[in-house]
């Protein structure tokens, strides 16, 4: 094996075992959740030895090595790439460490080579899903945080609006709307949107039967932990901008009302309606009241369930 790829598979090895050993057993990681650290000289010296091999045998004499510094560049050098000119962005960089320009193609061809023969059973079976699988184990793309958060909120808008009782799984419900993008940027994450998509219909389900608190102010700590102890889910797990993204949707999940135990509130004092004279009888959907001197957007619904409990019972929470 050459120096520079030996030296690779070093560090990411003994990196993805500092981090097995910090998780549950089993568990397998993200290429961005490993702390990979390689050096200029390094990089400059494996994209050489590879060069090598695209050359003279046209695949590299070790796949891994050759994931390794694909994944690692994205990660480091490349992290706003577009998905649809992912590998011409690989090739330019690639020229730039190596001081020889081959092209995309060529470049393009060799890493999915490699990326098959190392990660054939992890590659989805979707759109591109070699440039799928790439932005999902690295964590990057162009505007990705902003086209995930949407496609989430526009997700739990249809799954709450669905037909009632409706046999589809959160599977096939994600897959359906998947499958319905225009975007091409969009479906370039398919595999993040499958995963992340699944599990906010779990959460979803989960707060339609259960009694919440509610999330919307809690630290992102006690979000993390809430969700592992009733899903099984470690969110920081899914992806990067994990926070970023769920905490700005947790007002889904734990500040429904009926409109029944509202009208106490207001009567009582405890929340204040700002939205002008209060209707009679109060209306089912998103309204926002104001409770002590905060603005707080909830759902009301109808029904006798009660979200606010905690958020009510807990003031040292707010």
């Not at 480091?76 to 320009?101: F, H, I, Q």
């Not at 975007?183 to 595999?191: C, I």
Request: charged share 20%.
């Amino acid at each position: 094996m050459n120096l520079f790829e030996e030296q690779i598979i070093s560090v990411y090895t003994n990196a993805a075992k500092v981090w097995r050993a910090q998780h549950e057993q089993g568990s397998v990681p993200h290429f961005w959740e490993v702390r990979v650290v390689l050096s200029a000289e390094c990089c400059e010296g494996a994209a050489r030895e590879l060069l090598f091999d695209l050359d003279n045998r046209r695949q590299a004499s070790h796949p891994q090595a050759a994931s390794i510094l694909l994944r690692y560049l994205l990660l480091t050098r490349l992290s706003n790439v577009n998905g649809n000119y992912l590998w011409p962005a690989v090739a330019k960089e690639m020229a730039t460490l190596t001081g020889c320009d081959r092209g995309s193609v060529p470049w393009g061809n060799f890493f999915r080579e490699a990326l098959l023969q190392v990660h054939q059973a992890e590659l989805p079976q979707v759109f591109q899903r070699y440039v799928a699988f790439l932005l999902g184990d690295t964590g990057v793309g162009f505007n990705r945080g902003a086209l995930v958060r949407q496609f989430l909120r526009d997700l739990l808008d249809s799954y709450q609006a669905r037909t009632p009782h409706a046999t589809i799984s959160a599977k096939e419900f994600v897959a359906e709307k998947i499958r319905a993008i225009p975007d091409s940027d969009l479906r370039n994450l398919t595999l993040v949107l499958e995963n992340t998509g699944t599990i906010v219909i779990a959460m979803a389900d989960y707060a339609r039967d259960h009694e919440m608190p509610s999330l919307l102010l809690s630290s992102w700590a006690h979000v993390r932990n809430f969700w592992e102890k009733k899903l099984g889910i470690d969110l920081d797990h899914l992806l990067p901008e994990a926070e970023a993204i769920f905490s700005q949707i947790m007002h889904r999940f734990g500040s429904t009302i009926s409109t029944d135990v509202m009208e106490t509130l207001l009567d009582s004092g405890q929340v204040q309606w700002i939205a002008g004279v209060r209707p009679k009888p109060l209306p089912v959907g998103k309204v926002t009241v104001m409770m002590e001197t905060k603005n707080i957007e909830v759902e009301l619904m109808s029904g006798d369930r009660l979200r606010l409990r905690d958020y009510l019972a807990h003031p040292q929470q707010r």
